[in-house]
């Protein structure tokens, strides 16, 4: 069963109550530009949005919403819009009385941030929530008499130096953050209310809704439909892929009303990637999912802590999760084909070449190398192959479940056993011999309907049981196109990392499939080599669920009509040069009102500051500005030189 919250109208389209999950999408033009927006709007709709946001930074775009609104109207257009409000009480009041819903955000309806820490007393909060009930009560009123519907969209980047003095940084803060403004409403007798709580962050979204989720219930008795994004999460495959990873972790178990992925790229190639995530759960059962669940678990879903495991070689303890590239369908293997998972071999110099993203395992099946493989390079292959393996340091043995129980269970070396987990008999044999073998690591996966649920429901089995063998995540994607694909693992995988469970990753998927593929959307990622292909996208889930970093980290919104320069084309340019410093997480953001608020936890910020300026960021604070564009990468740069953030590329 989904999460069943209430019904809310807008326009003509119903919402939460179990309806179908809703995509939208939010147009980049200048809201004045009235041909340009309705233009985009169209596209939007076409592609398959059934609602459409559209930014009002001052009371002139909120009126010309009704422009907006008139001309699609008169193109045979119905499709509900959203006025996306920031900072400006007033044209709220106005938006709302033209079209079917506002956006506001509570970190900025009434409190301009500042960034300062006050201490509050109790009175002195209780005045401020007084402060906010006066300010936003008149836009309550005007929904209502208008039937105007409404989003309480906190994001993580941009909450209220109140909340952040007495809640800090937290998913708690998010939650309180829209909770003060749901109970004004609802002291109003105002329900045509959805929530959302975004944050660049997966990890911080899925425990902020989670934990939004249980305060509903607990106040109330009833939750209110939920609008589910991950904010500013780029563009291009790790822009899916952090999106699947927080939206499809909730939409695992039932949560979810709405949808959007915030992709730097034009707003209408969102759509196809909502729809596909959206589809994933149709007419599906959740009977496993947390929502269902009524025996307590070994873990809090709000609250990160990583499973304790032994630590077996270099997998599970304290080590970071392994990557295992799969070379089961390649005929044969040779030197070359390891640059493809990161290692690139120097015949001169007779020497490897590792990058960051280099996998830890490489699993042959039958085949056993001819060539000395990278220091860091271990191989799996299959239990009988290894018997003949020359190098046994090397080589680790792969047990099917089935034969584990002939196999001589006394190995003195760190083996790997493969358990499909919803063969339950099975599972409960080879999980009771764990017992008497510390060193294997299960290669678990379900051939279930479900099988992130499944895979799930086995590793708090053996929480619950004390069984501290390390997990690798083994998924196989069928799906024939790379969104799709790229969709399926980020969830499939992401969902579990996210709970601090699996040691590793294993994906596969059938190469002829997706080779020489387009991904969707204007930033083409053409798939030439598969291996590439999973291995890339395997350092990006543990990038995006922070379980290993490998890369740098951008955090790019999706640009609006308040955007000062082009950003696709500025999240190009700083990528190409910023590519190789691990782990500095870099945001490009499209204007100085919301940007530096929202860009959350980033490192060093770009942020548009005005036509043809810029403002750069270390943190949340500013070092330079109004530093002309045409220079504003190079500046970038020196400002990551004179930080220590730098190195040069190739080092
Ligand atoms: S940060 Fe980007 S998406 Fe957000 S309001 Fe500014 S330009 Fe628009």
Request: hydrophobic share 35%; proline share 4%; with cysteine.
């Amino acid at each position: 069963m989904r999460l069943r919250t209430l019904e809310v109208k807008i326009g003509d389209l119903l919402l939460g109550n179990c309806h179908p999950v809703r995509v939208q999408t939010m147009t980049t033009t200048d809201t004045m530009d009235t041909e340009a927006t309705v233009e985009q709007t169209i596209r939007c709709i076409e592609a398959g949005a059934e609602l459409v946001r559209i930014t009002a930074p001052s009371k002139k775009e909120a009126e010309n919403l009704l422009h907006i609104k008139n001309a699609l109207r008169k193109r045979g257009y119905n499709t509900p819009l959203v006025a996306d409000i920031h900072f400006t009480p007033n044209a709220a009041e106005i938006a709302a009385r033209i079209i079917e819903k506002v956006r506001v955000n509570p970190g900025n309806y009434v409190d301009k941030k500042k960034f300062e820490f006050i201490e509050y007393t109790d009175k002195e909060y209780n005045e401020e929530i007084e402060r906010i009930r006066e300010r936003f009560t008149p836009l309550v009123k005007i929904c209502k008499e208008y039937g105007t519907a409404m989003r309480i969209g906190t994001n993580h980047g941009s909450l209220s130096d109140r909340i952040m003095s007495r809640y800090g940084d937290t998913a708690m803060g998010m939650v309180e953050s829209a909770m003060e403004f749901l109970r004004i409403s609802r002291d109003e007798n105002y329900h045509n209310i959805v929530l959302s709580m975004k944050s660049s962050n997966p990890l911080v979204m899925v425990q902020a809704y989670r934990l939004l989720v249980q305060t509903m219930e607990r106040e109330f008795g009833a939750i209110y439909p939920l609008h589910l994004g991950v904010t500013e999460a780029g563009d291009g495959e790790d822009g899916r892929i952090k999106s699947a990873i927080g939206i499809g972790t909730l939409m695992e178990d039932g949560i979810g009303d709405t949808i959007r992925v915030s992709l730097t790229e034009d707003p209408e190639f969102e759509i196809p990637v909502c729809k596909d995530l959206v589809k994933r759960y149709e007419n599906k059962n959740f009977a496993g999912s947390l929502l269902n669940i009524k025996e307590k678990l070994p873990y809090s879903p709000v609250d990160y802590l990583r499973r304790i495991t032994s630590d077996i070689s270099n997998t599970g303890g304290s080590h970071v999760p392994v990557v295992i590239a799969d070379f089961m369908h390649a005929k044969s293997i040779h030197q070359n084909d390891l640059q493809s998972i990161g290692y690139r071999y120097d015949p001169a110099l007779d020497k490897w070449n590792i990058s960051d993203g280099a996998a830890d395992y490489i699993y042959t099946a039958d085949k056993i190398l001819d060539f000395a493989l990278p220091g860091t390079l271990k191989v799996i292959c299959n239990y009988k192959t290894w018997l003949q393996a020359p190098d046994k340091q090397k080589y680790h043995p792969l047990i099917q479940g089935e034969e584990y129980s002939s196999v001589d269970n006394s190995l003195a070396q760190s083996c790997y056993v493969a358990l499909d987990c919803n063969n339950e008999e099975l599972a409960r044999n080879v999980v009771s011999a764990l017992r008497d073998n510390k060193n294997i690591v299960l290669c678990v996966w379900s051939s279930g309907e479900r099988p992130m649920l499944s895979v799930r429901k086995f590793i708090t089995g053996l929480m619950n049981e004390g069984i501290k063998s390390p997990v690798i995540l083994v998924v196989e994607s069928s799906d024939t196109t790379i969104d799709e694909q790229l969709i399926h693992f980020s969830t499939e995988a992401g969902a579990l990392l996210l709970d601090g469970m699996g040691d590793g990753l294993w994906l596969m998927n059938d190469p002829s499939v997706i080779v020489n593929q387009k991904i969707s959307g204007r930033t083409y990622l053409e798939t030439k080599n598969n291996h590439q292909f999973i291995n890339n996208t395997s350092f990006s889930i543990l990038q995006a669920t922070r379980t290993r970093i490998s890369k740098t980290e951008y955090i790019s919104c999706p640009s609006c009509g308040r955007t000062l320069f082009d950003l696709q084309e500025t999240t190009a340019k700083i990528r190409s040069v910023t590519n190789h410093l691990k782990g500095v997480k870099i945001a490009i953001m499209g204007c100085i009102v919301n940007g530096p608020g929202e860009m959350a936890d980033a490192d060093f910020g770009y942020v548009g500051s005005g036509p043809g300026k810029i403002t750069l960021y270390k943190g949340k604070e500013v070092i330079k500005r109004s530093v002309n564009s045409d220079v504003a990468v190079e500046e970038l740069v020196n400002l990551l030189k004179e930080n220590g953030a730098w190195t040069e590329p190739g080092n």
